[in-house]
């Protein structure tokens, strides 16, 4: 066992008051246990499936009209398991379960706007709207499509459509007409919501032309709702369009009191959420209402310690899983606090000063925000307060070890940093923080409560501590995706998540479990470079390379090469500085000694930029695709697609 030492180890008091310890106590006394520890309790929920799930049902009160007599189905089948088969509920009403005029959204828009919505004013909202919707033909099951901005109004319209038993998908405002069109398009939407402007930077975008652009591609939708936002003037629409107050007024009766929530089954689609599509057309992931949930209260409330009146944010477009993840927070009673814009704009303190000003408790943003703020050395602690601020959340990609480091040096000592990993495949995390574990740097604490992660290689034979392999889940698990939609038979749901190791859930991330029960994760699976055959993560590159002080940024990718695969490091250096000889010496020491001889790249070139997805996460496989000469589909899946010309048809990747 490691005598590292802990970053962070969470006092007596804080444990004690935890949520978690609360349901620790709970589960001993209820099944007659001793459970004291984290470890112990995540033993319990993978071994008693039924019982833990039942629980953590109980534990975050859920509303349903009936839940049934069954906790599952007793399949054993991974694919056919079903939890609460029986039951009927309506995932908004859990959502709407404060009526009272204390803040349910605390909202910025950048620095030209602030707002501030109570729990009664969102109610009404919904209700209204969805009365609207209704009236306007919205059916159970009918899909509506947003083209938005993180807003208020983004929210309404999803609750509006969830409590009528619509299924609410979303592409953000940065997407073009093409990306964004080839996203909707698919899911045949009825209605599209679409937030007609926004700021970036201090600047106004407005969205008209490609709103109408993306309308007019969707042949099923029947009404075009947009929302007023930033300074855009009103248009003169035709009779398919409408502005969302307008819309309201002609369909929707405000006499009406009370808001009508559709009961329907446990799995019932809440939410289709779209794959990155850096590889392919993007998929269509289906989210039951029931699975997501329950796992969102158990992740909220057990693994990040929200508490009623928390106030909770996160960082994120309406693209990402983590806006879905952080608007679930209204289920535990917690306000949001929800930001649309630059994070960095005017400077690196904005969501600092926004922490601050309404004393935020859940700080939740990217692994990249935090590296980006070490490199340029911002020191929150000496600008701000952030006396309110318990947790720190922080996922996306993986995070290095100087930014573990500096989340405690220069943000805030006594704070827990929750890093976490899961993904859009099951709108929440198999990795995550606990508030009554330590905190050591270079690793998540640990494994998800009833998430049965095991490390496989390439054989499906299962691997021990300290190995590197594949994540895997070993059991059913309750968020456990409905299927992608227009998929006849399932075949592409199988082949993404069955077909390489059966019987299990395949998972794709590069990861390792330490002998603290902590998670490293070194990259995904598909992107793992394999030099003479021996496989080895990106992420343990990246952790050298942010070492050295005159890179920036960087992207390893494997290059096919004399019937064997080399590494091709590329690097963005800081400003006025050129990459020659001496430096690359310098990077290729800093990794051969820190890390090994095979992780030392053959190529070491510059560039200015390196392609980031839409959620900040690195396209090592759309650079693979550029220098292999392959086509990188759906390009609008990126952040910065211009920046793959900048790896196309090189030189130096020509030569040995």
């Given at each position: 066992m490691s005598t590292i030492k802990p970053l962070w180890t969470p006092s007596a008091d804080r444990c004690k008051s935890s949520n978690l310890a609360k349901f620790i106590g709970i589960v001993n006394k209820k099944h007659n246990l001793k459970i004291s520890e984290f470890k112990e309790l995540w033993d319990w929920s993978v071994n008693c499936r039924?019982?833990?799930?039942?629980?953590?049902?109980s534990f975050g009160d859920v509303i349903a009209s009936s839940k049934g007599n069954r906790i599952s189905n007793g399949e054993k089948n991974f694919k056919a398991h079903r939890y609460f088969p029986d039951a009927k509920l309506n995932f908004a009403e859990n959502l709407l379960r404060v009526r009272d005029n204390k803040p349910a959204i605390i909202f910025w828009g950048e620095n030209k706007v602030e707002r501030i919505i109570t729990y009664n004013e969102l109610y009404n909202s919904v209700k209204d709207l969805a009365y609207a919707l209704k009236k306007n033909g919205l059916e159970v099951g009918d899909r509506v499509a947003g083209y938005v901005a993180n807003t208020p109004e983004t929210l309404i319209a999803a609750l509006a459509t969830i409590s009528l038993g619509g299924v609410w998908c979303a592409c953000a405002t940065d997407f073009g007409v093409k990306g964004a069109s080839d996203r909707l398009a698919q899911i045949d939407p009825k209605f599209f919501f679409a937030t007609e402007a926004y700021y970036y930077k201090g600047k106004v975008f407005d969205n008209s032309d490609k709103i109408f652009d993306i309308a007019k591609s969707i042949n099923t939708v029947k009404k075009t709702i947009l929302i007023p936002y930033a300074d855009a003037p009103r248009k003169k629409l035709d009779k398919n369009y409408a502005y969302l107050d307008d819309y309201v007024n002609e369909f929707g009766d405000k006499s009406k009191t009370t808001l009508e929530f559709v009961q329907l089954p446990f799995n019932h689609p809440i939410y289709i959420l779209f794959t990155s599509g850096t590889t392919g057309a993007p998929k269509c992931i289906i989210h039951g209402a029931g699975g997501t949930l329950l796992q969102h209260l158990k992740e909220h409330q057990l693994h990040c310690d929200i508490k009623p009146g928390d106030?909770?944010?996160?960082?994120?477009t309406c693209s990402w899983m983590m806006w879905n993840w952080h608007v679930s927070a209204l289920a535990s009673k917690a306000t949001l606090m929800m930001f649309d814009g630059n994070p960095s704009y005017p400077d690196a303190y904005t969501l600092f000063n926004f922490a601050d000003k309404h004393k935020m408790n859940f700080f939740g943003t990217s692994s990249k925000f935090l590296d980006v703020l070490y490199k340029i050395g911002a020191k929150p602690k000496d600008h701000n307060d952030l006396s309110s601020v318990r947790t720190i959340g922080a996922t996306g990609s993986p995070m290095s070890l100087e930014a573990f480091s500096y989340v405690y040096k220069d943000i805030k000592q006594d704070l827990h940093l929750n890093v976490f990993s899961g993904g859009t495949d099951l709108i929440s995390c198999f990795i995550i923080g606990n508030p009554i574990s330590p905190v050591y740097a270079g690793e998540m604490q640990g494994i998800g409560l009833g998430m049965k992660v095991a490390v496989f290689d390439d054989n499906g034979k299962p691997l021990g501590?300290?190995?590197?392999?594949?994540?895997?889940?070993t059991v059913p698990f309750a968020p456990k995706p409905v299927g992608f939609w227009k998929d006849d038979g399932d075949q592409?749901?199988?082949?993404?998540?069955?077909?390489e190791f059966p019987g299990v859930w395949s998972h794709g991330?590069?990861?390792?479990?330490?002998?603290?029960?902590?998670v490293i994760i070194s990259g995904r699976a598909d992107t793992v470079l394999k030099p003479s055959g021996v496989r080895i993560g990106t992420a343990e590159i990246y952790a050298q390379v942010q070492k050295v002080e005159e890179v920036l940024e960087s992207i390893a990718v494997g290059q096919q090469w004399n019937n064997d695969e080399r590494i091709i490091l590329f690097v963005v250096l800081r400003d006025n500085l050129i990459l020659d000889e001496d430096l690359k010496k310098k990077i290729c020491v800093q990794i051969r000694t820190n890390a090994t001889p095979r992780h030392v790249p053959s190529k070491i070139i510059q560039v200015k930029e390196i392609p980031y997805t839409k959620n900040d996460k690195i396209s090592e496989i759309a650079v693979k695709s550029v220098i292999q000469g392959r086509e990188v589909k759906n390009k609008e899946s990126l952040?910065?697609?211009?920046?793959?010309?900048?790896?196309?048809?090189?030189?130096?990747?020509?030569?040995?």
């Open positions: 039924d019982e833990f799930w039942d629980e953590i049902w106030r909770v944010f996160y960082y994120s501590k300290n190995q590197q392999g594949e994540l895997v889940c592409k749901y199988d082949k993404a998540y069955y077909q991330d590069w990861i390792e479990i330490t002998d603290r029960n902590g952040k910065n697609p211009a920046s793959l010309e900048l790896y196309r048809n090189l030189k130096e990747l020509q030569e040995d």
